[in-house]
């Protein structure tokens, strides 16, 4: 079977599903038969619950590496700077990025889990695996994300230190990375 086509933007499948759905819902209580936006209903539906499956594995890349352990972490496993970034500015970016859009497709709840080289190469040397694996990736993450104490809560205030740990506000440093 050929694999159902992408419909619409990236941000758009949640909206058009829940849309859709409505009015299947409502079409079907009117005992109307099923048409093609109800055919659509269901292709987006497979679709998300496609992405749904990727996803789980992809929150291990939305850990935070504070600027230090971003460079140490690039220093000694360069074949990363494909899942995080060239350098810590685009690392800070792609997450600012991820968890507005997270937040835009519903999700709440967020924060960011500060993660460390150290950490990572330890998780990795207990699993007998390599630290760029995305299974080890997401393994670490899962157990980083086990202990509060690392969890930086997401959205920050405007005028309140930006998550990423810099040290200046969040409206003058990653909130306008959301924007660019």
Do not use: M
Not at 22 to 28: A, C, F, G, K, L
Not at 62 to 85: C, Q, S
Request: charged share 30%; net charge neutral; hydrophobic share 35%.
């Amino acid at each position: 079977a050929a694999a159902d086509p992408e419909v619409g933007p990236p941000d758009a499948p949640g909206v058009l599903f829940f849309l859709l759905q409505q009015r299947h819902r409502v079409r079907r209580n009117l005992n109307l038969p099923h048409d093609r936006q109800d055919d659509l209903a269901d292709r987006l539906e497979n679709q998300l619950v496609r992405r749904a499956a990727e996803r789980q594995g992809a929150d291990s890349d939305l850990l935070l590496w504070p600027r230090a352990e971003f460079d140490r972490l690039l220093a000694e496993h360069p074949e990363l700077t494909d899942v995080y970034g060239p350098d810590w500015d685009a690392h800070r970016a792609r997450l600012e990025k991820e968890l507005v859009r997270l937040t835009s497709a519903g999700r709440t709840g967020l924060g960011v889990f500060r993660a460390t080289v150290a950490g990572l190469d330890a998780f990795a040397g207990r699993r007998d695996g390599d630290p760029t694996d995305a299974a080890i990736r997401a393994g670490y993450a899962v157990e980083v994300s086990a202990r509060p104490s690392s969890r930086v809560p997401w959205p920050p205030e405007r005028n309140d230190p930006c998550w990423c740990g810099s040290g200046l506000k969040y409206k003058k440093d990653c909130l306008p990375r959301s924007r660019s």
